[in-house]
């Protein structure tokens, strides 16, 4: 795995996030890759899976959103930088329309809170992705009766 830059501004950082982020909302699978190193670490904090290293193992978790969860819109609340790295506090709004975190979305409506941990190799890429969900507002909203 590339080393953490200390040459990234914040200013640089919110821009890699942005663009990440961006085509996250576009669902476009090889925009977000091309936003990771080739190797870098993906770390969606309970997965199964566990982290996975490399754009092409990544692409799997992104597929597998794209049909869980839709009409996404990410709002940043907070960011806090460090020497290469920010953390984000963000908030996901949209549409639960698969199996999101393995509860039957039903098309409703869904909110929870995210929080990234970046790292950034020096060309601006984002060496280590670690994400954490807001799972205890998920499931009060995907209630899985009958």
Known sequence: ??????????????????????????????????????????????????????REPARAFYEQMYRDLANGRITTKRRLYGDGFLVDESFWEGTAQGTPFGLEGRGRPIAFRLLHVMEFSDDGLIARENCWIDLSAVLQQLPQDG
């Open 1 to 54: 795995m590339q080393t953490r830059t200390k040459t990234l501004t914040p200013a640089q950082m919110d821009e890699a996030m942005d663009r990440h982020f961006g085509f996250e909302a576009a669902d476009d699978i090889d925009g977000v890759l091309s936003t990771l190193t080739p190797d870098a670490e993906h770390d969606i904090v309970g997965s199964p899976g566990g982290p996975t290293r490399g």
